[in-house]
């Protein structure tokens, strides 16, 4: 048969050769070299990598990417490379997730780090014994041998499904339904949304793109889930995307609606969105919602002047503007789910401290948990 013929993808060295082979195979390619110096391998020079005719297409995808599939999990990062990080849970909401990063990553050749986290049981134990001990006036106790041979095995059983999560991924780039990009992964014993704010306080990512469970689901949750904190308490640009969301490639983003401050706040988001996808052309509807500093709605004359900056330096995007009341705002908000033509969420993310966040939530916050919309929350 035609598909059984052997093709020769490389001419290399023998330890290169080797090497190619190595790659390949694991890969489940069968390779065969030709033109080896069988008395003397080592000293074989234009030694033919073949391959089966009907393996070429997955052949050459692997070859040209070699980087991500021979790429060990903890390698340097450039800090020239832009870097997107990806909390991950291996939920199907991880992959939706991975499928939006991938196509950021490979717009603006950045690198992915896959993170995951879990929590060890020593740190339970930690924070109860120092309870108690502090309460009767002792000095709390340490790890036990038996803790640390249990943290071991939950970080190899972690370690373990991010591989198992990375093969997935590698499948979906050798399939062609992933952009091929190169990305490491991280476990980290620690609370998630610490390990996620530690990350990104270290690494200053672009973006993080997390993948949420349903509106339904969230508000069965506790208000302080992991994505949450994460919209009010981190630095850098988060973009959600909930389980029920077919969104995979910037180019979906469509129609947008801005939350707006009239204020320089809003041109902070607009200029992250922008410059994420600076040559898709969207659709951006303009919410100002009349907040404690207006008496009202803004004027027509104030919409003209935030509509006319944003046609002559994002000339790209069409822009329409809406400014209303607070109540009426809330209703819209809550309309907006039933509206299938919204892509996407922008809001600008003021940081507020713990005590503001339990009572008087971000609109990020309150958006998250009751719109099956992807949200991109923007901290100005």
Same mark, same amino acid.
């Given at each position: 048969?035609? !598909?059984?013929?052997?093709?020769?993808?490389?001419?290399?060295?023998?330890?290169?050769?080797?090497?190619?082979?190595?790659?390949?195979?694991?890969?489940?390619?069968?390779?065969?070299?030709?033109?080896?110096?069988? !008395?003397?391998?080592?000293?074989?020079?234009?030694?033919?990598?073949?391959?089966?005719?009907?393996?070429?297409?997955?052949?050459?995808?692997?070859?040209?990417?070699?980087?991500?599939?021979?790429?060990?999990? *903890?390698?340097?990062? @450039?800090?020239?490379?832009? @870097?997107?990080?990806?909390?991950?849970?291996?939920?199907?909401?991880?992959?939706?997730?991975?499928?939006?990063?991938?196509?950021?990553?490979?717009?603006?050749?950045?690198?992915?780090?896959?993170?995951?986290?879990?929590?060890?049981?020593?740190?339970?134990?930690?924070?109860?014994?120092?309870?108690?001990?502090?309460?009767?006036?002792?000095?709390?106790?340490?790890?036990? &041998?038996?803790?640390?041979?249990?943290?071991?095995?939950?970080?190899?059983?972690?370690?373990?499904?991010? &591989?198992?999560?990375?093969?997935?991924?590698?499948?979906?780039?050798?399939?062609?339904?992933?952009?091929?990009?190169?990305?490491?992964?991280?476990?980290?014993?620690?609370?998630?949304?610490?390990?996620?704010? *530690?990350?990104?306080?270290?690494?200053?990512?672009?973006?993080?793109?997390?993948?949420?469970?349903?509106?339904?689901?969230?508000?069965?949750?506790?208000?302080?889930?992991?994505?949450?904190?994460?919209?009010?308490?981190?630095?850098?640009?988060?973009?959600?995307?909930?389980?029920?969301?077919?969104?995979?490639?910037?180019? &979906?983003?469509?129609?947008?609606?801005?939350?707006?401050?009239?204020?320089?706040?809003?041109?902070?988001?607009?200029?992250?969105?922008?410059?994420?996808?600076?040559?898709?052309?969207?659709?951006?509807?303009?919410?100002?919602?009349?907040?404690?500093?207006?008496?009202?709605?803004?004027?027509?004359?104030?919409?003209?002047?935030?509509?006319?900056?944003?046609?002559?330096?994002?000339?790209?995007?069409?822009?329409?503007? *809406? @400014?209303?009341?607070?109540?009426?705002?809330?209703?819209?908000?809550?309309?907006?789910?039933?509206?299938?033509?919204?892509?996407?969420?922008?809001?600008?993310?003021?940081?507020?401290?713990?005590?503001?966040?339990?009572?008087?939530?971000?609109?990020?916050?309150?958006?998250?948990?009751?719109?099956?919309?992807?949200?991109?929350?923007?901290?100005?």
């Amino acid at each position: 048969m035609t !598909s059984d013929r052997l093709l020769t993808v490389a001419i290399h060295t023998y330890e290169k050769a080797l090497e190619l082979k190595s790659l390949l195979e694991h890969e489940g390619i069968a390779v065969v070299l030709h033109n080896v110096n069988l !008395s003397e391998p080592s000293v074989s020079s234009g030694v033919r990598v073949r391959i089966k005719e009907a393996d070429l297409p997955l052949a050459l995808r692997i070859i040209e990417n070699s980087e991500i599939f021979i790429m060990p999990d *903890e390698s340097d990062r @450039s800090g020239n490379q832009p @870097s997107i990080l990806v909390p991950v849970d291996f939920s199907t909401y991880s992959i939706r997730a991975c499928a939006l990063a991938f196509d950021i990553a490979k717009r603006h050749n950045g690198r992915i780090t896959l993170l995951h986290a879990y929590i060890p049981p020593t740190r339970i134990n930690i924070q109860i014994n120092a309870t108690v001990d502090f309460s009767s006036g002792q000095t709390p106790q340490n790890e036990t &041998d038996g803790d640390i041979i249990v943290d071991e095995e939950l970080h190899a059983a972690a370690r373990q499904r991010l &591989d198992e999560f990375s093969v997935t991924l590698k499948s979906l780039i050798k399939s062609g339904d992933l952009p091929p990009v190169v990305y490491g992964t991280e476990v980290v014993a620690a609370v998630p949304e610490d390990a996620v704010l *530690e990350f990104s306080k270290r690494h200053k990512p672009m973006i993080i793109v997390m993948g949420t469970r349903g509106a339904e689901k969230k508000e069965r949750e506790l208000i302080g889930s992991v994505t949450a904190e994460v919209l009010d308490s981190c630095r850098q640009p988060v973009f959600t995307i909930p389980e029920q969301t077919d969104l995979r490639s910037l180019d &979906d983003i469509r129609d947008v609606i801005l939350i707006s401050n009239l204020d320089q706040n809003d041109m902070l988001a607009l200029d992250a969105l922008t410059r994420l996808s600076p040559h898709t052309s969207m659709n951006i509807h303009i919410l100002h919602i009349a907040g404690k500093r207006f008496r009202g709605p803004a004027s027509e004359h104030e919409c003209n002047i935030m509509l006319e900056y944003c046609r002559t330096h994002y000339p790209v995007c069409t822009f329409t503007m *809406e @400014s209303m009341e607070t109540d009426r705002a809330a209703e819209y908000l809550n309309s907006i789910n039933a509206d299938k033509n919204i892509s996407l969420i922008v809001v600008p993310n003021k940081r507020k401290n713990i005590l503001a966040r339990l009572f008087n939530p971000s609109l990020a916050h309150k958006l998250l948990f009751h719109a099956d919309i992807p949200l991109m929350a923007v901290p100005v």
